[in-house]
């Protein structure tokens, strides 16, 4: 029942189904969560729910699902910790939980499981070492990219986990690029306004007062607009990929398409391309260049909102 456009919340009757073996309910527009009182299925094997609007946690007794091989619950709203009782898949061999809202440190548990071919924890919130042994030792970068907290073997694409050394050394970062900036911006707006009332004969123009400060042509989107416009960025809306990322075709609420630009931010020189195509497409007009309708960004994420 996949693509079929259903908007209902999650039918919770499902899982009375006991003879259930396959379920694919993606690329739809369900909402609600999955019921903590969902039964065991001992006969399903593949289950798809990718590309919904799902919320909620991940119900631990999913793990008690022990036919279960494919699970994909990518690209929905799912928060709160992977549960531990997912190493008790003994016969998963597929695993793809990315694009959520995922917290906590990835299970040691998945270590024991032997089939484990392919696992996809990219674009969550985890935390915390990245497990080594079992089936990990097979897995690349791309299992893990967007989790800016994680740590482990440097072949992930992650930093070595060196307990308080690494994680100071970012918080000082962050200070250094954000407080000082602020506190500076601050001391340089007082002087000026101490020297204009010292000095009222001089016809100096502050340039931090609003009547100096040019119209603002470009209208506020959130993440959550664009999250809703592009179906959680699912692949069916996916346009192309470019050297530092991927575009999305989407609809705004009031109902303008747009084309969205999201950078991979573990990319070499992201930060660098979204700065600059940022100041080149808002100074620069003419019929040949997509104009730019916003942008979105914030630690996580970086996008450019295009016509």
């Known amino acids: 029942m996949s693509y079929d456009a259903l908007t209902s919340s999650f039918p919770l009757n499902l899982w009375s189904l006991q003879n259930l073996i396959f379920l694919d309910l993606?690329?739809?527009?369900?909402?609600?969560?999955?019921?903590?009182?969902?039964?065991k299925l001992s006969t399903i094997v593949a289950m798809d729910l990718s590309c919904n609007q799902i919320t909620g946690n991940i119900p631990s007794i999913i793990g008690a699902f022990?036919?279960?091989?494919?699970?994909?619950?990518?690209?929905?709203?799912?928060?709160?910790?992977?549960p531990q009782s997912f190493g008790q898949l003994r016969g998963m061999d597929h695993l793809d939980l990315s694009n959520n809202n995922l917290s906590g440190t990835i299970p040691k548990s998945l270590e024991t499981l032997p089939y484990l071919k392919y696992l996809n924890l990219s674009f969550n919130k985890l935390s915390g070492e990245i497990p080594s042994t079992g089936p990990?030792?097979?897995?690349?970068?791309?299992?893990?990219?967007?989790?800016?907290?994680?740590?482990?073997?440097?072949?992930?694409?992650?930093?070595?986990?060196?307990?308080s050394t690494s994680l100071g050394s970012r918080v000082k970062q962050v200070l250094l690029k954000y407080v000082v900036s602020a506190i500076a911006s601050i001391i340089i707006f007082a002087a000026l306004v101490i020297m204009r009332r010292r000095h009222p004969q001089c016809n100096m123009q502050i340039l931090g007062l609003p009547i100096t400060l040019p119209t603002m042509d470009h209208?506020?989107?959130?993440?959550?607009?664009?999250?809703?416009?592009?179906?959680?960025?699912?692949?069916?809306?996916?346009?192309?990929?470019?050297?530092?990322?991927?575009?999305?075709?989407?609809?705004?609420?009031?109902?303008?398409?747009?084309?969205?630009?999201?950078?991979?931010?573990?990319?070499?020189?992201?930060?660098?391309?979204?700065?600059?195509?940022?100041?080149?497409?808002?100074?620069?007009?003419?019929?040949?260049?997509?104009?730019?309708?916003?942008?979105?960004?914030?630690?996580?994420?970086?996008?450019?909102?295009?016509?």
């Open 136 to 163: 990990f030792a097979n897995f690349t970068a791309k299992s893990f990219l967007g989790n800016e907290a994680l740590c482990g073997n440097p072949i992930f694409g992650v930093p070595s986990c060196t307990s």
């Open 219 to 307: 209208r506020m989107i959130s993440y959550q607009e664009l999250s809703r416009g592009t179906n959680n960025f699912c692949e069916g809306n996916l346009l192309g990929t470019g050297g530092f990322g991927f575009v999305y075709k989407g609809i705004l609420s009031d109902g303008t398409i747009i084309a969205v630009k999201v950078l991979n931010l573990q990319l070499e020189g992201a930060f660098k391309s979204f700065d600059a195509e940022c100041k080149v497409l808002r100074a620069i007009r003419h019929r040949n260049l997509v104009k730019v309708i916003s942008t979105c960004s914030n630690l996580e994420f970086r996008a450019l909102v295009l016509q």
């Open 66 to 82: 022990e036919s279960l091989s494919y699970l994909n619950m990518s690209k929905n709203s799912f928060q709160g910790n992977i």
């Open 26 to 39: 993606s690329s739809n527009f369900l909402g609600g969560n999955l019921s903590s009182s969902i039964t």
